[in-house]
């Protein structure tokens, strides 16, 4: 399962791995992946099956299909390349467009609605919260500002007005606007909500040995991830003022790796968005069958 087959990159590297019999099932909020990845996919036919779903209705797609187990369930989290390099999708600021950030443009919800309808007070919440950025209250205040006078409707408005509120440091790393941009687009696809419950429920449909692998890009998400598959790798029953374990109950899942998987310096050169990328893979155990 490709919880986020995006552009059908890791779908397609999956399918011709698992060849000749291999079969994937790949789902995506956003029509418009599905539809390059549709493409993309169609030479390998039957063995694909697309949905447009968000990732967290993978237990009831495999609910829907009959399937009890896979093997294999990768999710590839936030924003893909596709809706970034679209300036009509509003995910970035290096050029300009309407102000949206739907990652499923079925929704209601954009990012303007946000920046022009929220109170500042909660605006900051989001900004702190989703992009942990240290001077949220002063952004918030700014756009409320700017907003009595005229909606701010566009990626470049709202960009220039956080650069112009927190002018750009000598030597920064990101473009003043970055985390602001990364906490509206999280809350207007209600990115994190679900994300642990999700983990919970699909790592017992996993056969044995079969694992799960996710990609995560900003630590909000990866702690969700990383605590949450711990978690699952200790089913221990034991009171909890016991200092050792005595039931020796075995765990769910286990660790592939003990820590989180970097991009080397090759890929950086290849692909510079994925620096900020950690993917996370856990196996199921014989044991936990």
Same mark, same amino acid.
């Given at each position: ?27 995506? +909020?956003?029509?418009? &992946?599905? #539809?390059? $990845? ?6 390998? !036919?039957? @063995?694909? =099956? ?87 209250? +002063?952004?918030?205040? &700014?756009? #409320?500002? $700017? ?6 409707? !566009?990626? @470049?408005? =709202? ?95 286990? $660790? ?34």
């Amino acid at each position: 399962m490709d919880g986020t087959v995006g552009a059908g990159g890791h779908a397609e590297a999956i399918l011709q791995a698992t060849a000749p019999g291999g079969r994937l099932l790949g789902c995506d +909020r956003d029509q418009a &992946a599905l #539809a390059v $990845a549709g493409r993309r996919l169609a030479p390998f !036919g039957e @063995r694909v =099956l697309l949905r447009h779903a968000d990732y967290r209705q993978l237990p009831d797609l495999l609910d829907e299909l009959g399937l009890d187990a896979v093997s294999g369930i990768l999710l590839d989290l936030g924003v893909s390349s596709l809706q970034l390099d679209d300036p009509e999708r509003g995910f970035s600021f290096r050029e300009d467009g309407p102000l949206d950030m739907r990652m499923d443009r079925t929704q209601a919800a954009t990012a303007a609605a946000l920046v022009n309808s929220l109170p500042a007070d909660r605006l900051a919440s989001i900004l702190q919260r989703f992009g942990e950025e240290p001077r949220a209250r +002063r952004i918030a205040g &700014a756009i #409320a500002r $700017a907003r009595a006078a005229a909606p701010i409707t !566009g990626t @470049r408005a =709202l960009a220039d007005l956080v650069s112009e509120t927190i002018p750009e440091r000598r030597g920064a790393r990101i473009h003043p606007a970055t985390r602001v941009f990364q906490a509206l687009r999280i809350a207007v696809n209600a990115e994190l909500d679900g994300l642990d419950r999700l983990l919970e429920e699909a790592a017992p449909r996993l056969l044995p040995g079969g694992r799960i692998a996710v990609i995560a890009f900003h630590s909000l998400e990866d702690r969700i991830v990383k605590n949450t598959l711990r978690g699952l790798t200790r089913r221990c029953l034991c009171p909890r003022d016991l200092p050792v374990c005595a039931c020796g109950r075995p765990g769910l899942l286990r $660790a592939v790796k003990s820590k989180a998987v970097r991009p080397s310096a090759a890929e950086l050169e290849d692909n510079p968005r994925s620096r900020s990328a950690r993917l996370r893979a856990y196996e199921r155990l014989e044991s936990a069958a």
